[in-house]
Structure formats: structure tokens, C-alpha cells
């Protein structure tokens, strides 16, 4: 009789399970043609729109959750299949989202869905004598309401790496659990079960709070599971308990599998737990900590945001702490304001942040069908070798993954050209089979001048994929505003390296 392992079998069953919430996924019937709807409807996370049938769509403008009574047109999601380019329909899809909506006359028919704690937070903050930025990044980091904070503070702290702290997801709840885990340690050891379901229930109080947003209760089932599987004398850590807390998060709900946040957070967990588990000091855990979640989460953040922050090590093992910093001085700040003592905020951080230059992101990279399956490939022999202390794979690993980052960067642009109409103007780069249209946002709306009358020229290039970026016009390239400045003629668009210009119909 043959004798089959118990952990083979625990792992085959793990396997079942994801190959079974693979398969279930819902398919969404996804809307195919402009639909005009009026009546009652609610948002929900400031971006999802669910109307009066239950359906959900992705909303185009932030907006307040509540209920609201007025029109909305529904848009299909743009049709970008390329799995390397940032696709709507992919990534909303993914999310039981039927298309886009777009608000035209509202009203609000009740007040936003917030507790009064809330509200009374708010009020407390606005009456702090701060600039409005100050105030936002407070909200963002409290509430997670980045969409408050200016484009260029927000850009600041995207070049930096420092994005996820103004989100509320893993990190926030990660945070707080770390914090109640951290008080437990004084109980006697009867008392710390009762006190773990205590701190679970402050935990999802906590995402109740802030208006249950769709990461925040990812993170909060994650732990959920992570601290229930703790709770006997005998503590499990490690992989394993990841495997089946993710494992009976997929039952709960399939489709997160697909989930570009999904993926961002088991990755980013694995890469600590792994990196945790090496045999170094505490000092050297703590300072590599960033650097393993930024390593675990490449396979998806490059391929969906074309973005790599040069300095996100230094800046999370140096800046982070400084900005928690701000929670503790917030509420000193409100406690002081009612003693009439004034706190000044650092408005020269601020600044600093604003001025973060944008060469100190990676940006443009874009990577093939063959390309994003080799760097999968490539994360996960990095991950795999370091669990399994394999250090000769591991390395191998991080260096095949850092030569796939290298070759799919923006300098493999294969042609530009420039493009005017009007006071419009625009710049079109072919990468692969990809057109990158970035201009200013009127001129990219004439869908019949990109889709009829530059036809013959995309398809002469191969292109089968837009990707169109709208830019103020001070943000355009300074050579593309010299060149719309100093030419006076109809000339529809000219090849920059070219002192003849052509016709777009050539």
C-alpha cells in the first residue's frame, strides 16, 4: 500500500483550492454600448457606483459616498487587451464592475455615509491652522482620502515609493494589528485569546469607520485568519498559515484571485514573511523589509503601472517613520487647540515632497507577452530559493529580474512623432504595438482624428493598442512646446528628426 505524505497532500489541497477559485472567477457580462441612466444610485469608496438593480461601476470623478438621485451616462471600458499595458477593463472587470460611469446632474438624497466620529474628526482638523495641503495629507494618512492631496504632493510620494502610506490597506491595518499585538505582550497568557478577538473587533471597527474600502477589508480578513490560526498555545507562522488564510479567502470570494490589489498584498506579505525568516539581525531585517515587499510585488506593479522608484529603500527605512510621526503630533495638535496652544505644521516637508524630481522614477517600461512570464518566473525563483535557503537560485532570480526591468525601459521607444491641431498638441510613441498618446486633453478627445484620420498611419506601424495620457500644457515635453510655438503652418504632425514635414494622410 502506498503511503502518500501529509504534507503533500495539505499542499495538493491547497492546489485544488486556487485552481478552483481560478476557474469560478464570475465573468461579468461587460457593457458594450453607451447606456444613459437616471434615478437613485450609491457610491460607494468614493469610486464605485451601484444603481438601482445592484449593479456596480467604476466611477470616472471621485465623488462622496452617499446616496444620490440624478443622470449617468455608462461608458464600455476601453477595449485594451494587451496584458502589459494598464487595462480598465481588466482591472475593474475583475471587480464585478460593468463599465465606467460618468455623472451629470446630481443630488444628494442623504447625507454621506459617515459615522458622526467621523464627521467630528473632520470637523477637528479643519479647524487646525494649517494649509489645505497639510490638512489633506492628514486625511490621507488617517482616512486614506489621497484623492484630497494635490497632484503634486501625490507625485512627490509616488516618485519615492512612499504611495501606500496615503492608501488604507495592509499597511494602515498592519499598523494598528502591530500595535495591539504589541500591548498584548504584557497580558498574561490565559487573558491573550480573549484580548486577540477584542483587538480583532477594534480592528474591523476601524474599517466600519473609514466606510468599509475593498483593501482595507482584504487586509483586515487576512489578519482576521492570520490571528485566529494563533490563537491556540502552540503558534503557527510562517508560509503555511499564508497558504490557507489565502486559501480561505478565495472561498469567501473567488474573484480577488484576478484582483490586481489582491495580488499586491499576498505578494508584499510573502516577500516579509520570507524575508523575516532569513537568518540575520534584527537591524538587518528591519532595514531590507521594504526593499523584500518591493521585490515580491515586481511582477505586478511594473506590468500594470510602468513605474519603479529608485529611492524606495532609503525613503521607506528613512521618511516613514518620520511621517507616522504625524499621528501622534495630529492629536497633540487637537488636544493643544482647545487649550488655545498652536502647533505649526512643517510646511517645508510639504515643499520638499513637491519638489521630489520626476527623474527619480522609472517610467515607460513595458513588457511582452514572453516578458511579463519570465519575470513572474523570475520573482517567484527569487522567492522560492530564499524560502527554501537556495541562495544560488535566489540570486539568480533578483538579477534575471533586474535585466527584464532594465530592457523594458522607456528608452526602447521605437519611433516618436509629434502631433498639432488647433492650439491641441500631442506626442504619439510606438512601444511594440502600442501607441502612448500623451497631449493635452481636448485634443485627445477628437477620437476621430486618432481613429479615422491617423488610421492608415497605425496600422502601417502595427499598432493595435492606445494608451492615451491627458497632460496640462505647462507638463508636455518642452521640446514638443517649442516646436508647437515656433510653427505656424496647418502641418497635422511632423516627424521630429525630419526637416520636411508630412502630411498626416501620406
Known amino acids: 500500500m502506498i503511503r502518500v505524505h501529509p504534507i503533500f497532500l495539505r499542499d495538493l489541497m491547497l492546489l485544488i483550492v486556487f485552481g478552483v477559485a481560478w476557474f469560478s472567477v464570475p465573468k461579468a457580462k461587460l457593457l458594450d454600448r453607451q447606456v444613459h441612466y437616471q434615478g437613485q444610485f450609491r457610491i460607494l469608496d468614493g469610486r464605485t457606483l451601484v444603481d438601482s438593480?445592484?449593479?456596480?461601476?467604476?466611477?470616472?470623478?471621485?465623488?462622496?459616498?452617499?446616496?444620490y438621485r440624478g443622470n449617468v451616462t455608462f461608458y464600455p471600458f476601453e477595449d485594451l487587451e494587451l496584458p502589459f499595458v494598464f487595462s480598465?477593463?481588466?482591472?475593474?472587470?475583475?471587480?464585478?464592475?460593468?463599465?465606467?460611469?460618468?455623472?451629470?446632474e446630481v443630488q444628494c438624497s442623504s447625507e454621506a455615509e459617515q459615522s458622526k466620529l467621523v464627521l467630528a474628526w473632520n470637523l477637528k482638523v479643519d479647524s487646525?491652522?494649517?494649509?489645505?495641503s497639510a490638512k489633506a495629507l492628514v486625511q490621507a494618512l488617517v482616512l486614506g482620502k489621497a484623492r484630497d492631496l494635490p497632484p503634486e504632493i501625490r507625485g512627490g510620494l509616488q516618485r519615492l515609493g512612499l504611495a501606500h502610506l496615503t492608501a488604507v490597506s495592509g499597511f494602515h491595518l498592519g499598523l494598528l494589528w502591530g500595535l495591539i499585538a504589541g500591548s498584548m505582550r504584557i497580558l498574561p497568557w490565559p487573558w491573550r485569546p480573549r484580548a486577540r478577538i477584542?483587538?480583532?473587533?477594534?480592528?474591523?471597527?476601524?474599517?466600519?469607520?473609514?466606510?468599509?474600502?475593498?483593501?482595507?477589508?482584504?487586509?483586515?480578513v487576512m489578519i482576521s485568519f492570520l490571528a485566529v490560526l494563533n490563537l491556540g498555545e502552540r503558534r503557527k507562522t510562517g508560509m503555511r498559515t499564508l497558504d490557507w488564510t489565502v486559501a480561505g479567502m478565495l472561498l469567501y470570494q473567488p474573484?480577488?484571485?484576478k484582483d490586481v490589489g489582491f495580488q499586491l498584498s499576498v505578494s508584499a506579505v510573502a516577500g516579509i514573511i520570507l524575508w523575516m525568516g532569513l537568518p540575520m539581525s534584527p537591524w538587518q531585517k528591519t532595514s531590507g523589509l521594504s526593499a523584500a515587499a518591493q521585490f515580491s510585488t515586481l511582477w505586478v506593479a511594473w506590468p500594470t503601472f510602468h513605474q519603479w522608484p529608485w529611492f524606495f529603500w532609503p525613503a521607506n527605512l528613512f521618511l516613514t517613520p518620520v511621517i507616522l510621526m504625524l499621528y501622534p503630533y495630529t492629536a497633540m495638535a487637537i488636544v493643544g487647540q482647545a487649550f488655545g496652544w498652536f502647533l505649526p505644521f512643517p510646511e517645508w516637508a510639504l515643499n520638499a515632497l513637491a519638489a521630489v524630481p520626476e527623474d527619480w522614477v522609472l517610467t515607460g517600461g513595458y513588457l511582452s507577452d514572453s516578458g511579463r512570464w519570465a519575470l513572474r518566473l523570475s520573482v517567484l525563483g527569487g522567492l522560492y530559493g530564499a524560502y527554501k535557503k537556495w541562495w544560488v537560485l535566489s540570486f539568480m532570480g533578483i538579477l534575471?529580474?533586474?535585466?527584464?526591468?532594465?530592457?523594458?525601459?522607456?528608452?526602447?521607444?521605437?519611433?516618436?512623432?509629434?502631433?498639432?491641431?488647433g492650439r491641441g498638441l500631442a506626442q504619439v510613441e510606438i512601444r511594440v504595438d502600442t501607441a502612448l498618446i500623451q497631449g493635452t486633453k481636448g485634443f485627445l478627445a477628437q477620437s476621430y482624428y486618432w481613429e479615422r484620420r491617423l488610421e492608415g498611419y497605425f496600422q502601417s506601424r502595427g499598432v493595435k493598442y492606445y494608451q492615451y495620457v491627458p497632460l496640462a500644457y505647462p507638463a508636455l515635453p518642452e521640446d514638443l512646446r517649442q516646436w508647437g510655438d515656433s510653427t505656424q503652418s496647418?502641418?497635422?504632425?511632423?516627424?521630429?528628426?525630419?526637416k520636411k514635414r508630412t502630411s498626416a494622410t501620406d
Not at 438593480?53 to 446616496?67: E, F, N, V, Y
Not at 477593463?89 to 463599465?99: E, F, I
Not at 521607444?413 to 502631433?419: G, K, S
Open 53 to 67: 438593480l445592484g449593479q456596480r461601476w467604476h466611477l470616472s470623478k471621485p465623488l462622496s459616498s452617499g446616496a
Open 88 to 104: 480598465s477593463k481588466m482591472v475593474y472587470g475583475a471587480k464585478d464592475m460593468l463599465g465606467e460611469a460618468r455623472l451629470g
Open 128 to 132: 487646525l491652522p494649517w494649509s489645505s
Open 198 to 220: 477584542m483587538g480583532l473587533a477594534l480592528l474591523w471597527g476601524y474599517v466600519a469607520l473609514i466606510g468599509y474600502p475593498l483593501s482595507a477589508v482584504r487586509a483586515a
Open 255 to 257: 474573484a480577488w484571485l
Open 400 to 421: 534575471a529580474a533586474g535585466m527584464l526591468l532594465a530592457e523594458s525601459g522607456p528608452w526602447k521607444t521605437q519611433e516618436r512623432t509629434w502631433h498639432q491641431q
Open 490 to 498: 496647418k502641418v497635422l504632425w511632423r516627424l521630429p528628426r525630419r
